[in-house]
């Protein structure tokens, strides 16, 4: 009796775990633009850094994340409780990832238009 008991209770926290997950997520499309954006940042000020010294990257990576955040309307505890879920749940991490590499070739192919 005591096993049943204990399997239910945690039966029943994980699905209340779940549930306050979904409260937290950001929709799929902000978060793919988001997490397109940032990986542009992280490029940009990898390629920075390697030709200014002077640079503080934490600072200014803070910063730059920052302004993505603010551009996209996204609350940076909202958005790292996102990921945290998404680390979580692999086969939804691949489907962003696959949908923001998909965004990178479109973009790319509209700037090779133009």
């Known amino acids: 009796m005591k096993k049943v008991i204990s399997i239910a209770i945690v039966l029943l926290t994980a699905c209340s775990a779940n549930n306050s997950y979904k409260q937290v997520m950001l929709p799929f499309k ?32 803070a910063q730059s994340y920052q302004r993505v ?14 990921m945290d879920y998404l680390d979580k749940h692999p086969v939804e991490l691949k489907e962003l990832m696959d949908s923001v ?14």
């Open 30 to 61: 902000t978060m793919q633009q988001t997490v397109w954006q940032l990986m542009q940042v992280d490029e940009y000020l990898s390629r920075q850094i390697q030709t200014d010294t002077t640079i503080q990257p934490s600072l200014v990576k």
């Open 69 to 82: 955040f603010n551009l996209n309307k996204v609350d940076r505890v909202q958005f790292y409780a996102t």
């Open 101 to 114: 590499e998909a965004l990178s070739k479109r973009e790319k192919l509209d700037f090779i238009k133009h």
